[in-house]
């Protein structure tokens, strides 16, 4: 049978903030979340293991039930089944699985208003999950995720290095949509246009506040100069611009230092190694992913058992005695056993 973890008892209250009006104006829960790692990842302790096979047992699960999963607030839906709560609102349903380029698993997501609101406005930064897996672990200590149970938004996971719900992709496809952009555009390409868009925006405030018959030079000169303060919208979108940059860093650091952890608990590489490898891996993840995944064990990452022969101690003092030239005969008689 297999087992059924989670993480319940995570119920921090903490609220997320994001800075920049952009970013503000333009927050909205997104349709797609990361739910775990895919292939090895730690939940609460316990080391699983998300494969092809998983994502099969669990698309097959969801087609075989007919409903959704739960995305619930804080694992209500877990309380409710033990007696510990009355209600379980949803925050909204999980009706797909896809496993995205940067390994992690996500979840197509039906928000109620309630979920949508909240996630919009910054109050919940992580997705918790409910994971059936198979109790025995394979040669390698891991356990199989089989399916899942439920979804909780919370604050506090039990997954290490999970991944937060983001607003970046989302603005990202609100500027595209905004702007007129192909979906294949790029985040440079995004503001690039937005400050074109802005730019033309304020000539136009000129000529619809200045007039074209206007013929004072001061005052059109006092005109254009109040005009030329909407240049704080520029600054701002440079400072979200950065901000957004900070997390991909972040990301990346907590994706390389994870990598590298691993390798050292593995014995793939030795301590000394360590920075090089983190190099490499902040430079290329995947790169020294697949790289420190080839190499072998290099130590044991258990000691070897070493039985002390009984007969070390007597023939210490045996070589003790040759050298300070102690007879057979006076040792018998004075210093031996």
């Known amino acids: 049978m297999p087992?059924?973890?989670?993480?319940?008892?995570?119920?921090?209250?903490?609220?997320?903030t994001f800075s920049g009006t952009l970013r503000a104006a333009l927050a909205e829960a997104p349709e797609r979340?990361?739910?775990?790692?895919?292939?090895?990842?730690?939940?609460?302790?316990?080391?699983?293991?998300?494969?092809?096979?998983?994502?099969a047992l669990a698309q097959e699960e969801l087609a075989k039930r007919g409903v959704p999963w739960v995305?619930?607030?804080?694992?209500?839906t877990v309380r409710v089944e033990e007696g510990q709560a009355a209600e379980a609102p949803a925050a909204g349903f999980i009706?797909?699985?896809?496993?995205?380029?940067?390994g992690f698993v996500y979840g197509r997501v039906e928000w109620s208003e309630t979920g949508r609101e909240r996630v919009a406005r910054g109050e919940y930064a992580y997705v918790s999950p409910v994971l059936y897996y198979d109790p025995t672990p394979d040669a390698l200590g891991r356990h199989r995720v089989l399916g899942y149970h439920s979804f909780a938004l919370t604050n506090n996971p039990g997954i290490r290095f999970q991944k937060r719900i983001e607003a970046e992709a989302d603005m990202l496809e609100r500027l595209r949509q905004a702007l007129g952009l192909p979906p294949q555009a790029t985040e440079e390409e995004a503001f690039s246009a937005l400050e074109k868009a802005i730019r033309e925006a304020q000539v136009g405030r000129v000529v619809l506040e200045l007039g074209l018959g206007a013929d004072d030079p001061t005052e059109l000169k006092a005109k254009l100069l109040r005009l030329l303060a909407a240049e704080d919208a520029l600054a701002e979108l440079e400072r979200t611009r950065k901000e957004l940059a900070a997390l991909k860093a972040e990301?990346?650091?907590e994706k390389a230092q994870a990598l590298v952890q691993a390798a050292l608990e593995e014995g793939r590489i030795l301590p000394h190694q360590r920075e090089f490898w983190l190099a490499q891996a902040r430079a290329d993840l995947e790169a020294a992913r697949t790289a420190?995944?080839?190499m072998p064990r290099l130590v044991p990452t258990e000691l070897p058992k070493v039985e002390r022969k009984a007969s070390l101690a007597g023939d210490l003092a045996d070589e003790v005695r040759r050298r300070l030239g102690v007879s057979d005969e006076a040792w018998r008689?004075?210093?031996?056993e």
């Open 71 to 76: 995305l619930d607030f804080h694992h209500q």
């Open 3 to 16: 087992s059924l973890t989670g993480s319940p008892g995570n119920t921090s209250t903490s609220t997320p």
């Open 95 to 102: 009706t797909g699985l896809e496993v995205g380029e940067d």
């Open 333 to 336: 008689k004075y210093g031996g």
């Open 251 to 253: 990301a990346l650091e």
């Open 33 to 55: 979340i990361p739910l775990h790692p895919a292939g090895e990842f730690v939940g609460n302790g316990t080391l699983f293991l998300f494969d092809d096979a998983s994502l």
């Open 292 to 294: 420190l995944s080839a």
